[in-house]
């Protein structure tokens, strides 16, 4: 019994020890981190040059519409640089696609990093919604993304742009109106019903966005300002009006051929400054 | 009395480290070796249960291995065997909802253990979210005995690499003296509102037998210690029968069919629930015995398993209704086929200092599956319904044969084991999915071969007839499951992104080294295991840049890829002792303890949901590793063992080894009490009773998911009265 008395002592001791050296084992410890080379994108919205009010009937476009904006979400994506030397510098990721809600400050900054070379670049482009290639159905299950999602029997994937607001029609109503583009339809004998579609329409257009010209330094992100100037939806090429669309174009082709019109000069690019 | 609530630990750890430690030490010093005794109890009306382990060969004596007996798993209310398992020392659980617990064993789990029935029956759950791990496809009223052992020692039974857990469900007494048996194990949980019914009959003749068993589940939700109730309820429906003959005085063959039928089993913490599980076991065995050789024998054995699994979230809100911020319905439902085959021969020879063991083994799984996903949305009033179905996996399936041997042999004082096994592993699929990028090749089915090897050496020597001191050295080698090699953005792991297959990864190697000490005085028992393990090629989810793969699950905040890291180490002990006062009072004592590491991990900072940059982590805890818990169990017994009330003590540490790189969060510790009485009237029937979380603790232990699309943990059930009523005719 003494000799059980003494093993049992003796790991008493020993599992203290074990304890101990568990606690002790390691020291955690953490590298710097890697910073990437990339650009930031902010995400600002005005019209006329300023800042966008948002739910305030004080703004009239070309077609001379008294309109308010409620909320405005869409997506971009396949960012391609140009390099001052001349070379188009492509991204090439699987999944380049950036969505921005005025609802959810989260979405105003887009990072993208990447193999880019340093140097300067004279401007940038950008794919306006998503090439129907990659617009594919449920590739979003989570909000907000997936509250995009373009109805599957008018062409499927997601919209790439909701500019929702009011207008006051000719008889000074307040009406809604849902500017959504995404994938357009051909009707047959422009029914305008489901069951008459013959053809989808891939909407989504390049954007070359005017303004500055940027450098990329070598481990260091430069930050961009990317502006939405509102206004320029309804504007130039095309004058769009409400009162001729009304409010819903989701099943209007030409209505949303307007918009990608207007769409290609609706962004500026400015150096970010803190406000 | 006494207990601590879940919040003290949140407020003071360290206090909490201390009184913990504190109540270990007490316990240790409660147990004077003075009158240290043998815990299992000798008398011919045993209800007590055996304290730490049960041997049943010189070969098994030597790994790190335990047994939970047949009348532990009756009594007890453990809804699945899972649950019974994580009463082990250094056996815990990933519980998802009300049934299905999935085991973790130092740490290791999925496909790091190896799961089998009997001789070597392989399943494979069709989950890919794991709602139906290899354990919940039997119930656990139809098992005689379930074997843990620790590291990759057992090699007989398939390739293992982190431990091993073998179901024995064969009917033990088979051939013999005519007789009709019939036992009814009957139980009631009010937490849960439920109640289980197995009835089993069986024949036994001297060339014959026949048994047929069936059982019941239908639990309801359970009330967390906080009063909160949880969607955990589930049906479980179970059948088998099995059929043996002696076709010759040597020769016996015996088979077997099981079914388990699953329906609505609901899991909180998982996107969807289990709307329907159907599996069909199948086994045919063929054993001859040589009588004139004892402990000679050889095993040819086949069996086939299938299961179909159908899950979906008709339960979820979302299902019915828009739930913000989603502006439409949600509908998902999926379903998998998933089988597996196999044949085994086995042989066993024995000399008066030699044991072998040899054998060769084959093993086929193979999965199928897709996933429908609709949605409801009205938009510019009009109704659209768009819906898509997507491949989880297409025709993916592995094929893996091997041969093992096992030697043992004495010398003097000693004992030696030597186990060897060599596989060839070849996997494929005929998924067309292919995400390759400029900069890398992120999924790309291609068909894969290797080979695969394993061994270990264990000596062991015996001091005196007391004490004895083992020490294990073994590599154990696994291929990458089904899952880690093909699965398709489904939230499988702990947290709520979604995975994806790497159909490149390499096998997973463990070396693992074991030191065992034992000490038996009389009827008393010391035991401590203390292992460390190397894991080469350790296959974790890394979180994929989110800007570069979109989650495709609702509620995935994004992607990880199953990925070779370069090594994780595992470390920990098990302790325990068993002691009886004065012929009625025994006490056992169990504690385990693992601590893991990666040496080097990269974290992915995120901002924003968006990849900020890469921090490489020096000694980042490996995620999932539950924390120390030790268990102390009381038992007295009074009236010629009749009656038998027993105390048990359940304490977990605080678990604040978290992952950085997987943002894991820590779990605070918790203390609980159950009480029970077992009472046997006649010799044919024995009622036990009790409280589990006499206290109603509320707490969740630190392996528990979190409910789908929050942080919020899922809680352990609260205070549970349960009635166990077991007869034997």
Same mark, same amino acid.
């Given at each position: 019994m003494k000799k059980a008395k003494h093993v049992y002592q003796s790991m008493n001791k020993w599992l203290y020890l074990l304890f101990i050296s568990l606690v002790l084992w390691s020291c955690e410890g953490e590298e710097p981190t890697l910073q990437p080379r990339g650009i930031r994108f902010h995400f600002d919205h005005r019209i006329n040059g300023e800042k966008l009010v948002f739910n305030s009937m004080q703004y009239t476009n070309a077609a001379g519409n008294s309109y308010e904006v409620k909320e405005i979400m869409y997506f971009v994506s396949d960012v391609i640089l140009y390099h001052s030397s001349g070379n188009l510098i492509s991204r090439g990721s699987l999944n380049d696609i950036h969505y921005t809600d +005025?609802?959810?400050?989260? +979405?105003w900054e887009w990072l993208i990093t990447g193999d880019y070379p340093a140097g300067d670049y004279d401007s940038l482009s950008f794919t306006f919604g998503i090439k129907s290639s990659k617009n594919? =159905?449920?590739m979003f299950v989570n909000p907000p993304e997936v509250n995009m999602a373009w109805p599957e029997v008018l062409g499927? &994937?997601?919209?790439?742009l909701m500019l929702n607001g009011w207008w006051r029609d000719t008889v000074n109503l307040r009406r809604p109106f849902d500017f959504h583009l995404g994938i357009g339809q051909i009707y047959k004998n422009n =029914?305008?019903?489901? =069951?008459?579609?013959?053809e989808f329409i891939d909407n989504s257009f390049t954007v070359r966005v005017s303004g500055v010209p940027f450098r990329l330094e070598e481990s260091k992100v430069t930050d961009l300002t990317l502006v939405m100037n509102v206004e320029r939806w309804f504007n130039s090429p095309v004058i769009y009006d409400h009162n001729i669309? &009304?409010?819903?174009?989701?099943?209007k082709q030409e209505a949303m051929h307007a918009g990608c019109l207007n769409g290609r000069d609706v962004f500026t690019l400015e150096p970010y400054a803190l406000h | 009395m006494h207990y601590i609530r879940s919040c003290d630990f949140n407020r003071n750890a360290n206090m909490f480290k201390s009184s913990f430690f504190s109540v270990i030490a007490c316990m240790f010093c409660m147990l004077h070796p003075f009158y240290v005794? /043998?815990?299992?109890?000798?008398?011919?009306?045993?209800?007590?249960?055996?304290?730490v382990e049960i041997y049943d060969s010189i070969i098994n004596r030597l790994t790190p291995r335990t047994s939970i007996g047949q009348l532990e798993m009756q009594t007890?209310?453990?809804?699945d065997l899972g649950e019974m398992l994580? $009463?082990? %020392?250094n056996v815990s659980g990933i519980r998802?909802?009300?049934?299905?617990v999935d085991p973790v064993i130092r740490g290791f789990r999925y496909s790091q253990l190896n799961i089998s029935l009997d001789h070597g029956i392989h399943i494979e759950g069709g989950c890919p979210n794991r709602m139906? %791990?290899?354990?919940?496809?039997?119930?656990?009223? *139809?098992?005689?005995r379930i074997e843990i052992t620790r590291?990759?020692?057992?090699v007989a039974y398939g390739p293992v690499q982190g431990g091993s857990v073998r179901l024995?469900?064969?009917?033990? /007494?088979?051939?013999? $003296?005519?007789g009709f048996n019939v036992t009814s194990i009957s139980g009631f949980d009010a937490n849960r509102s439920g109640w289980r019914q197995h009835l089993a009959m069986s024949h036994t003749s001297p060339g014959f037998f026949v048994k047929v068993t069936g059982g019941i589940k239908d639990y309801g939700n359970y009330t967390d210690g906080n009063g909160k109730e949880w969607e955990t309820a589930y049906k479980k429906r179970d059948l088998s029968i099995d059929l043996g003959a002696?076709?010759?005085?040597?020769d016996e063959i015996h088979f077997a069919w099981k079914g388990s039928f699953g329906r609505d089993v609901m899991f909180p913490a998982l996107p969807m629930d289990e709307l329907k599980d159907n599996t069909h076991i199948l086994n045919l065995q063929y054993t001859h015995l040589n009588p004139g050789k004892p402990g000679h024998s050889l095993d040819i054995s086949a069996w086939y398993t299938d299961v179909y699994h159908e899950m979906g979230?008709?339960?979820? %809100?979302?299902f019915s209704k828009v739930v913000p911020p989603y502006t439409g319905q949600m509908q998902t439902l999926a379903k998998v086929d998933a089988a597996t085959a196999g044949v085994r021969l086995n042989r066993v020879s024995k000399t008066a200092t030699t044991d072998i063991n040899y054998g060769i083994d084959l093993n086929f799984a193979a999965k199928d599956g897709t996933r429908h996903m609709k949605m409801i949305m009205e938009m510019d009033d009009q109704v659209f319904v768009s819906q898509k179905y997507f491949n989880l996996w297409k025709e993916a399936w592995i094929l893996n044969s091997g041969m093992y041997g096992a030697l043992s042999f004495s010398q003097r004082k000693f004992i030696f084991k030597i186990n060897g096994r060599l596989d060839y592993n070849y996997s494929n699929s005929e998924d067309t999915l292919s995400l390759i990028s400029t900069e890398q090749r992120w999924f790309d089915v291609s068909s894969r071969d290797r080979f695969l090897w394993s061994s270990s050496v264990i000596s062991a020597y015996y001091f005196n007839n007391q004490s004895s001191i083992k020490l294990g050295l073994a590599r154990g080698a696994r291929s990458p499951d089904l899952q880690e090699r093909y699965i398709k953005f489904?939230?499988?792991?702990?947290?709520?992104y979604d995975y994806l297959g790497n159909p490149a990864l390499r096998p997973e190697v463990n070396y693992q080294a074991d030191l065992m000490f034992d000490y038996e005085s009389g009827t008393n028992r010391i035991y401590v295991n203390i292992f460390r393990s190397e894991v080469r090629d350790f296959i974790t989810g890394k979180l994929l840049p989110p800007d570069q793969v979109k989650p495709v699950? *609702?509620?995935? %905040?994004g992607v990880k890829q199953f990925t070779n890291v370069d090594r994780a180490v595992f470390m920990g002990f098990e302790a325990g002792l068993g002691t009886r006062f004065y012929k009625q009072l025994t006490f056992t004592l169990n504690a385990g303890y693992t601590y893991a590491y990666f040496p080097e991990i990269e974290k992915i900072v995120l901002k924003n949901n968006q990849a900020a940059g890469v921090v490489m982590l020096k000694n980042d805890p490996v995620p999932e590793i539950p924390p120390f818990e030790a268990r102390l169990k009381a038992t007295y017994a009074l009236w010629n063992n009749k009656l038998q009330p027993e105390l048990v003590i359940t304490a977990a540490s605080h678990q604040?080894?978290?992952s950085k790189s997987a943002y894991e969060k820590t779990t605070p510790g918790f203390v609980l009490f159950d009480f029970g009485v077992s009472y046997k009237p006649f010799s044919f029937t024995s009622f036990h009773l009790g409280i589990k979380n006499l206290t109603n603790q509320a707490y969740s232990m630190h392996l528990n998911r979190n409910i789908i699309g929050s942080n919020h943990r899922f809680y352990e059930p609260g205070r549970s009265f349960y009635v166990n009523l077991i007869i034997n005719l």
């Amino acid at each position: 019994m003494k000799k059980a008395k003494h093993v049992y002592q003796s790991m008493n001791k020993w599992l203290y020890l074990l304890f101990i050296s568990l606690v002790l084992w390691s020291c955690e410890g953490e590298e710097p981190t890697l910073q990437p080379r990339g650009i930031r994108f902010h995400f600002d919205h005005r019209i006329n040059g300023e800042k966008l009010v948002f739910n305030s009937m004080q703004y009239t476009n070309a077609a001379g519409n008294s309109y308010e904006v409620k909320e405005i979400m869409y997506f971009v994506s396949d960012v391609i640089l140009y390099h001052s030397s001349g070379n188009l510098i492509s991204r090439g990721s699987l999944n380049d696609i950036h969505y921005t809600d +005025t609802n959810l400050p989260e +979405t105003w900054e887009w990072l993208i990093t990447g193999d880019y070379p340093a140097g300067d670049y004279d401007s940038l482009s950008f794919t306006f919604g998503i090439k129907s290639s990659k617009n594919q =159905s449920f590739m979003f299950v989570n909000p907000p993304e997936v509250n995009m999602a373009w109805p599957e029997v008018l062409g499927g &994937g997601y919209h790439y742009l909701m500019l929702n607001g009011w207008w006051r029609d000719t008889v000074n109503l307040r009406r809604p109106f849902d500017f959504h583009l995404g994938i357009g339809q051909i009707y047959k004998n422009n =029914s305008g019903q489901v =069951s008459d579609i013959i053809e989808f329409i891939d909407n989504s257009f390049t954007v070359r966005v005017s303004g500055v010209p940027f450098r990329l330094e070598e481990s260091k992100v430069t930050d961009l300002t990317l502006v939405m100037n509102v206004e320029r939806w309804f504007n130039s090429p095309v004058i769009y009006d409400h009162n001729i669309w &009304g409010g819903a174009i989701m099943q209007k082709q030409e209505a949303m051929h307007a918009g990608c019109l207007n769409g290609r000069d609706v962004f500026t690019l400015e150096p970010y400054a803190l406000h | 009395m006494h207990y601590i609530r879940s919040c003290d630990f949140n407020r003071n750890a360290n206090m909490f480290k201390s009184s913990f430690f504190s109540v270990i030490a007490c316990m240790f010093c409660m147990l004077h070796p003075f009158y240290v005794l /043998k815990a299992q109890n000798e008398s011919k009306e045993v209800i007590t249960l055996p304290a730490v382990e049960i041997y049943d060969s010189i070969i098994n004596r030597l790994t790190p291995r335990t047994s939970i007996g047949q009348l532990e798993m009756q009594t007890q209310p453990a809804n699945d065997l899972g649950e019974m398992l994580r $009463t082990e %020392p250094n056996v815990s659980g990933i519980r998802r909802g009300g049934y299905a617990v999935d085991p973790v064993i130092r740490g290791f789990r999925y496909s790091q253990l190896n799961i089998s029935l009997d001789h070597g029956i392989h399943i494979e759950g069709g989950c890919p979210n794991r709602m139906d %791990p290899v354990l919940a496809h039997v119930d656990n009223d *139809m098992v005689e005995r379930i074997e843990i052992t620790r590291g990759p020692y057992e090699v007989a039974y398939g390739p293992v690499q982190g431990g091993s857990v073998r179901l024995i469900t064969m009917p033990q /007494k088979r051939f013999g $003296t005519a007789g009709f048996n019939v036992t009814s194990i009957s139980g009631f949980d009010a937490n849960r509102s439920g109640w289980r019914q197995h009835l089993a009959m069986s024949h036994t003749s001297p060339g014959f037998f026949v048994k047929v068993t069936g059982g019941i589940k239908d639990y309801g939700n359970y009330t967390d210690g906080n009063g909160k109730e949880w969607e955990t309820a589930y049906k479980k429906r179970d059948l088998s029968i099995d059929l043996g003959a002696k076709i010759s005085a040597n020769d016996e063959i015996h088979f077997a069919w099981k079914g388990s039928f699953g329906r609505d089993v609901m899991f909180p913490a998982l996107p969807m629930d289990e709307l329907k599980d159907n599996t069909h076991i199948l086994n045919l065995q063929y054993t001859h015995l040589n009588p004139g050789k004892p402990g000679h024998s050889l095993d040819i054995s086949a069996w086939y398993t299938d299961v179909y699994h159908e899950m979906g979230n008709k339960f979820r %809100p979302q299902f019915s209704k828009v739930v913000p911020p989603y502006t439409g319905q949600m509908q998902t439902l999926a379903k998998v086929d998933a089988a597996t085959a196999g044949v085994r021969l086995n042989r066993v020879s024995k000399t008066a200092t030699t044991d072998i063991n040899y054998g060769i083994d084959l093993n086929f799984a193979a999965k199928d599956g897709t996933r429908h996903m609709k949605m409801i949305m009205e938009m510019d009033d009009q109704v659209f319904v768009s819906q898509k179905y997507f491949n989880l996996w297409k025709e993916a399936w592995i094929l893996n044969s091997g041969m093992y041997g096992a030697l043992s042999f004495s010398q003097r004082k000693f004992i030696f084991k030597i186990n060897g096994r060599l596989d060839y592993n070849y996997s494929n699929s005929e998924d067309t999915l292919s995400l390759i990028s400029t900069e890398q090749r992120w999924f790309d089915v291609s068909s894969r071969d290797r080979f695969l090897w394993s061994s270990s050496v264990i000596s062991a020597y015996y001091f005196n007839n007391q004490s004895s001191i083992k020490l294990g050295l073994a590599r154990g080698a696994r291929s990458p499951d089904l899952q880690e090699r093909y699965i398709k953005f489904l939230a499988t792991g702990a947290d709520s992104y979604d995975y994806l297959g790497n159909p490149a990864l390499r096998p997973e190697v463990n070396y693992q080294a074991d030191l065992m000490f034992d000490y038996e005085s009389g009827t008393n028992r010391i035991y401590v295991n203390i292992f460390r393990s190397e894991v080469r090629d350790f296959i974790t989810g890394k979180l994929l840049p989110p800007d570069q793969v979109k989650p495709v699950s *609702m509620g995935a %905040p994004g992607v990880k890829q199953f990925t070779n890291v370069d090594r994780a180490v595992f470390m920990g002990f098990e302790a325990g002792l068993g002691t009886r006062f004065y012929k009625q009072l025994t006490f056992t004592l169990n504690a385990g303890y693992t601590y893991a590491y990666f040496p080097e991990i990269e974290k992915i900072v995120l901002k924003n949901n968006q990849a900020a940059g890469v921090v490489m982590l020096k000694n980042d805890p490996v995620p999932e590793i539950p924390p120390f818990e030790a268990r102390l169990k009381a038992t007295y017994a009074l009236w010629n063992n009749k009656l038998q009330p027993e105390l048990v003590i359940t304490a977990a540490s605080h678990q604040g080894a978290i992952s950085k790189s997987a943002y894991e969060k820590t779990t605070p510790g918790f203390v609980l009490f159950d009480f029970g009485v077992s009472y046997k009237p006649f010799s044919f029937t024995s009622f036990h009773l009790g409280i589990k979380n006499l206290t109603n603790q509320a707490y969740s232990m630190h392996l528990n998911r979190n409910i789908i699309g929050s942080n919020h943990r899922f809680y352990e059930p609260g205070r549970s009265f349960y009635v166990n009523l077991i007869i034997n005719l």
